[in-house]
């Protein structure tokens, strides 16, 4: 059973109370840009072994969205954090710089 | 105008506590910056209650407000005084960014009473119902197996269970049957 803090209210919620989100931290192409970008944006996914980010949504609980830090291969749950960023903040990456040193994901590092 | 019913016309369930659906209850929703001053002024002033922190319930005798998200508010009036408090909390919000909406008869609430009414909820919900972990003056915003639904707790042996409308059937069959009496785990 998988568990994620929700940062909004506060909740250690379980499985059931979420809605999975897919891939966090996508940028968003849409009329106008270029076929390679919107593609990309469509349907090019990561799917690592290891440290990956994620969207979720409390549905069952205060109905935010919100950003997750985890492990596929684990399951640990290395932190969640607020939906209103790009990019994971300094206190996720200081803990995987710790717990899993020369990570990568994407382009960041 | 046609005469408001309760979802079920007032059904009520006797077993593990005493099931009963809520009389007519008036509920506002509020969705707005919840840490703005004038808006917990205008909460204040449509409902006689004070905005409680994250999570938090104050509600006296049908009257009061319930933490539903860091921008939403439950507000709970009488029902003949909904539009009424409406207007009131509409005026009183002024240009404050803000929705307010009569949500009333879009809602179904249930109330459970007795010794067992934590571990009626603790079967349907996955909330940890044990004593000092949920306490009254609280809210909580969860499921109740396969329905969104939300609860707080009047005192320790009554708990009061909103969800949609459309939906008071199965919470109320599903809460009876949680309420067996050959049910029982004393647990708590
Ligand atoms: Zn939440």
């Not at chain 2, 007032?10 to 509020?30: K, R, W, Y």
């Not at chain 2, 109740?144 to 009061?160: R, S």
């Not at chain 2, 809460?175 to 009496?181: C, E, F, I, T, Y």
Request: with cysteine; net charge negative.
């Amino acid at each position: 059973m998988l568990i994620l803090h929700c940062p909004y209210c506060g909740i250690d919620a379980e499985e059931t109370e979420l809605h999975a989100g897919g891939e966090a931290h996508l940028t968003r192409f849409g009329p106008g840009s270029s076929d390679d970008d919107f593609e990309g944006y469509l349907f090019m996914r990561e799917n690592p072994r290891g440290v990956h980010f994620e969207r979720w949504r409390h549905a069952n609980g205060c109905g935010k969205w919100f950003h997750a830090a985890r492990c596929t291969n684990t399951l640990e749950v290395f932190g969640t954090y607020s939906a209103q960023t790009t990019e994971p903040p300094e206190e996720i990456r200081k803990i995987l710089a710790k717990k899993r040193p020369g990570w990568t994901w994407r382009d960041l590092k | 105008m046609s005469e408001a019913v309760q979802p079920l016309g007032g059904s009520a369930f006797d077993g593990l506590v005493h099931l009963s659906e809520a009389p007519l209850q008036g509920m506002i929703t509020l969705r707005a910056d919840l840490s703005d001053a004038a808006v917990k002024k205008a909460i204040k002033a449509a409902t006689g209650q004070t905005m409680p922190d994250i999570r938090g319930a104050s509600v006296q005798e049908g009257q009061g407000v319930l933490w539903m998200s860091p921008d939403e508010a439950m507000l709970l009036v009488p029902y003949a005084e909904v539009d009424a408090a409406l207007a009131k909390l509409t005026k009183s919000l002024g240009k404050v960014h803000a929705l307010a909406v009569n949500v009333s008869d879009a809602r179904a609430m249930f109330s459970l009473r007795g010794p067992a009414a934590r571990e009626v909820i603790a079967k349907l919900a996955p909330v940890d119902m044990a004593p000092g972990a949920f306490e009254p003056g609280m809210v909580r915003r969860t499921r109740f197996a396969q329905v969104a639904g939300a609860f707080w707790m009047e005192d320790q042996e009554t708990i009061h269970v909103v969800c949609f409308r459309s939906v008071a059937r199965y919470m109320f069959d599903l809460l009876s049957v949680a309420s067996d009496p050959a049910s029982a785990v004393d647990f708590f």
